[in-house]
């Protein structure tokens, strides 16, 4: 996200959520610092935008300070991670007359480095810790970073959740649907950031990874054009889904308004 994302939420997030009387809004803020990591000044900056909780990623303690301050904040790290990590990986979250939302951050375990525990094995372990509970939705952020592992995850809790947000890539999936059994799915949400970058790294530094050796520093774009992506869920008085679908923003130039 960086500097130029947060920046997007701020002029953009605050009307969205008027105009469809959203009730919650939830963001991966895995690279809300400085493009890669968290800090609690900025997710108290984007908190003030009207973002109500964060889900993350494998960035979560790219800044080591951030695994001290996870505890106080809203927002979660992989429930799949080894006991004893900082911070958790499920939450409720009480909307009063609304109801009740569980809310799971899952990390997929192909091509992810570290020690994640299966997260088909977590996602059961968790509904059945739960399942007395009468929650309005349950909400799952699922961190993969090869498509067809999301999409097998979808699958498999169809009908037992109520969402499935991937994210991860970045790039925002045009495959928003919902399942048979009634779960909402998307492979990936997108990002909200520099919309003339690689997934928010100069362009140029990314192709001289793949050109030449070694590759240079990142640097993130700040300026210009930005992509706001999202998807907008419905949920009725039964706990369905009413209806899901994609809800993209881009901004010119935000430096000038």
Same mark, same amino acid.
């Given at each position: ?60 303690? &790219?800044?080591?300070?951030?695994? !001290?301050?996870?505890?106080?904040? @809203? ?6 991670? *080894?006991? $004893? =990590? ?73 009908? &037992?959740?109520?969402?499935?947000? !991937?994210?991860?890539?970045?790039? @925002? ?6 399942? *048979?059994? $009634? =779960? ?74």
């Amino acid at each position: 996200m960086a500097s130029l994302g947060r920046a997007t939420v701020g002029k953009l997030l605050p009307n969205i959520k008027k105009a469809d009387n959203i009730s919650l809004a939830i963001a991966n803020g895995e690279n809300l610092a400085h493009g890669r990591g968290l800090t609690a000044e900025k997710v108290q900056e984007v908190l003030g935008f009207g973002v109500d909780y964060f889900t993350s990623g494998d960035h979560v303690f &790219r800044i080591p300070k951030f695994a !001290g301050d996870i505890d106080s904040l @809203p927002v979660l790290r992989p429930a799949n991670w *080894p006991q $004893g =990590t900082p911070g958790k990986g499920h939450t409720i979250l009480d909307l009063g007359k609304e109801g009740k939302i569980l809310l799971v951050n899952l990390l997929g375990i192909t091509n992810i480095n570290g020690p994640t525990e299966n997260p088909f094995y977590t996602i059961d372990n968790i509904l059945q810790e739960f399942e007395k509970e009468n929650f309005r939705a349950i909400l799952v952020d699922f961190h993969a970073e090869v498509t067809s592992e999301a999409r097998a995850f979808g699958f498999y809790v169809d009908g &037992r959740v109520t969402a499935v947000f !991937g994210t991860h890539s970045h790039v @925002p999936t045009a495959d928003a649907q919902v399942l *048979p059994k $009634g =779960t909402a799915y998307i492979t990936d949400v997108g990002m909200v950031g520099a919309k003339d970058s690689v997934l928010g790294v100069e362009p140029q530094i990314i192709i001289d990874r793949f050109t030449k050796v070694p590759g240079e520093k990142f640097e993130w774009v700040e300026s210009g054009s930005s992509v706001f992506n999202s998807v907008l869920l419905e949920i009725d008085s039964k706990g369905e889904v009413a209806s899901f679908e994609r809800v993209d923003r881009e901004l010119r130039d935000i430096a000038n308004g």
